[in-house]
């Protein structure tokens, strides 16, 4: 599965977007993007994923690039319930293991 | 719809004693994962099954970690003797056969003394 980067950390003033890049730039065709997230104490919570298409759910949107060596989840009104550590990972559609990198800490700020 | 239930949430062991975690999934779901986050860490796999099978325990280590899910549904995660170096969070995830989707548990903190 392909590698991906990710900034240690940001900041996010509550009410406004939350920005969060992830490059992938040896992603291959068959490998989709992920996003989960990680609250203090709590385990892992997937939040959406996304093969080429830009995705949006309840939670979060996904953009992806057209050549599909970065993308951004984007967290449209942050919370101070976002605050969390956010991991961006790349698979394979028949691959079933997660392999977690150390993700970027959004810290929200009130 | 409940969620994945692990029980204890703490454990607090001093080292060679014995361990067990324990991990109920999420009802239906087939796959079941137990992951090792360290501090600072992300986590890391250590045993995936598909109904009852161990379809992947390669970083898994076997001389003293052991798991079994007899039944297809809840699954035991053992340590046996603890080391210091075992202090971790241990999670158990559970997903549908299938999907890359997996859903987490709180885990449970075990620190070695």
């Known amino acids: 599965d392909a590698k991906t980067t990710q900034p240690p950390s940001m900041d996010c003033a509550e009410g406004r977007a939350a920005n969060l890049p992830c490059n992938h730039s040896?992603?291959?065709?068959?490998?989709?993007v992920y996003w989960y997230r990680q609250i203090h104490s709590q385990g892992p919570q997937y939040i959406i994923h996304?093969?080429?298409n830009n995705e949006t759910n309840e939670m979060a949107s996904l953009i992806i690039t057209e050549d599909r060596k970065s993308s951004t989840l984007i967290l449209p009104h942050a919370t101070l319930r976002d605050t969390a550590v956010y991991y961006c990972?790349?698979?394979?559609?028949?691959?079933?293991?997660?392999?977690f990198g150390s993700g970027t800490q959004l810290t929200v700020l009130p | 719809e409940a969620g994945v239930v692990q029980s204890p949430r703490y454990k607090i062991i001093e080292k060679k004693q014995p361990v067990a975690f324990w991990c109920n999934p999420i009802?239906?779901?087939?796959?079941l994962y137990w992951y090792l986050q360290n501090l600072g860490q992300g986590p890391e796999l250590l045993i995936r099954?598909?109904?009852?099978?161990?379809?992947?325990d390669s970083q898994l280590p076997k001389d003293r970690f052991s798991a079994e899910r007899l039944k297809g549904v809840d699954s035991t995660l053992k340590i046996q003797p603890a080391e210091l170096g075992d202090s971790a969070v241990y999670l158990c995830?559970?997903?549908?056969?299938?999907?890359?989707?997996?859903?987490f548990g709180p885990g449970t903190r075990l620190t070695v003394t």
């Open positions: 995830a559970s997903g549908l056969q299938g999907l890359s989707e997996q859903y």
């Open positions: 040896t992603i291959s065709g068959n490998e989709y």
């Open positions: 996304g093969l080429k």
């Open positions: 990972i790349v698979l394979s559609g028949s691959a079933r293991q997660l392999t």
């Open positions: 009802s239906g779901h087939n796959t």
């Open positions: 099954y598909e109904n009852e099978e161990a379809v992947d």
